[in-house]
């Protein structure tokens, strides 16, 4: 079946996204990923898609896409409320759409970014071997942009799939506040032993705001600076950075760096636990976080936690 | 060589803490060296100017495990050869509307402008680095006498194939991007093309003279 699909509003950001691009890191090509990597992978289980199917990463209201050709959809991510021509659709459920019918999305209830996928492939050449859109950079995706009224995408190999779904008790958590499990980074001792502590002491109940300014590069926080211990004021030697890096800058307010850096200069305060690492997808603008210091073996047992929860997920999505 | 860890998926190599020649030689012998092993479950080796970082998939590996693998070909890799880098000649439109800085440097430096186009075009720099951007190449050493700070606020725009200078390094602007060195002219090589490999001309090692067009 030939299907395709035509924007009609984008919200406020609507991109092509897929797992990314891995390997290139050295020549400072960075991922650029879906951001919540657990809602991307269970939107291609409930459409029976091959794993890393490129989808739509998509964040506001408003969002509208029109289908042309019979199409099973799912929207995962943030919870929203969405209607398909009128009747509204299940959050983190696949549901067939015909040809000629509307999705909206009218509200988002919990979280920020949702994930909006087809069962078939969006017709989009891959660039470094990944559909994901580099905004930076303007390659991938749609070229290189974010999507805007009137484009339109062929997907190939549609098919109607079995309306798979998450159960509501099994969609994770994604509003605030957001405590963040941070293991230490690796320029940790720049920083005053006081000043760290509290930034990442639980009990000390620091929080931080997400700024405006946050986008797919980095959510930059705002509220009680770090200190740094010398004059030099971290500036490190630039070297390779891991997502979920918190990074600090000379005017001390931390920086969450996402798939967007292979390489920075600022101090590494701490770096975000695995396990946390998809919810930084849904950091909006005012949310308030907190981080909260663990040990190595606290992050793997999160990452254990974690592993469990999403195998249960997947498990009651079947397929 | 120390081996450290960087979150649950990091391990970095840290070869010294200053950007030196003899440092980048190390971090280029084990980037070439791990490159080529291939060791289970590292999926990106990211090296820079003191240290290697490999990115690894933990349900492949473990920093343990890769550590050890590290240590056990320690001896291989500090013999293993280096290879021949590959030299560029880059043509460069300097001052003027294509080099919006270059007052700046003259003043800073005390040079004429001729004088800055002599002592950049007259150097062979090393790529120590590729990153920031997508082939942007971290060029240096730069000569002392062209030493100027980084530009207080960063720009919002630098076009591609912008040629600037910040402290003692020099580089390209790849794409259109914010950035904070100073600009002194601009070249029409385009350094990466993500339609087509090897997507970046520059690799670290790579040996690189400018010359005035």
Partial sequence: MDAAIEVVNPGWLSLVVDAGRSGFAHMGVPSSSALDGLAFAALNRLLENAPGTAALEVFGTEFALRFSGDVTVAVTGARTTAFLDGAQVEPWA??????????????VLEGFRYYV?????????????????????????????????GDRIALAG??????????????????????????????????????????????????????????RTGIRLQGEPLSFA?????????????PGTVQV??????????????????????????????????????????????????????????GSYVSSLYKNIGG | MEILPY??????LVFGSEITLETHALVRRAYLYLRAAGLAGVTDIIPSFTTCLL??????????????????????????????PKTHEIPVTYGGEFGPDMDTVCAYSGLTEEEVVECHTSAVYTVFAVGFLPGFPYLGPLDKKLFVPRLDAPRVKVPEGSVAIAQLQTGIYTFDSPGGWRIIGRTHIRPFDPERPPYSLFAMGDQVRFVSA
């Fill in chain 1, 230 to 242: 010398r004059a030099e004021k971290g500036g490190i030697v630039s070297e390779g950075l891991l």
């Fill in chain 1, 94 to 107: 696949a549901f067939d759409a015909k040809a000629g019918s509307t999705l909206r999305v009218a509200q």
């Fill in chain 1, 117 to 149: 996928g087809f069962s078939g492939t969006m017709e989009l050449p891959p660039v470094m071997g990944s559909r994901s859109t580099n905004l930076e950079c303007t390659f991938g995706g749609l070229a290189g942009r974010p999507l805007v009224k």
């Fill in chain 1, 249 to 306: 800058p000379p005017d001390g307010a931390p920086i969450i760096v996402l798939f967007e850096k292979t390489m920075g200069g600022y101090a590494r305060a701490g770096i975000v636990a695995s396990a946390d690492l998809d919810r930084l997808a849904h950091l909006r603008p005012k949310d308030r976080v907190m981080f909260d210091r663990v040990s190595p073996g606290e992050a793997a047992e999160l990452s254990n936690a974690r």
């Fill in chain 2, 55 to 84: 990115v690894f998939d933990g349900g492949r590996t473990s920093f343990e495990k890769l550590a050890g693998a590290v240590r056990e070909r320690r001896g291989e890799m500090a013999g293993a050869g280096l290879g021949e």
């Fill in chain 1, 158 to 215: 549609c098919r109607r799939v079995a309306r798979r779904s998450v159960p509501a008790s099994h969609i994770p958590a994604m509003g605030p506040p957001h405590v963040l499990h941070l293991l230490d980074g690796p320029e940790k001792e720049l920083f005053t032993a006081d000043s760290f502590d509290k930034f990442c002491n639980i009990e000390k109940n620091l929080w931080y705001s997400v700024s405006a300014k946050s986008n």
């Fill in chain 2, 7 to 12: 979150g649950e998926n990091g391990l970095r």
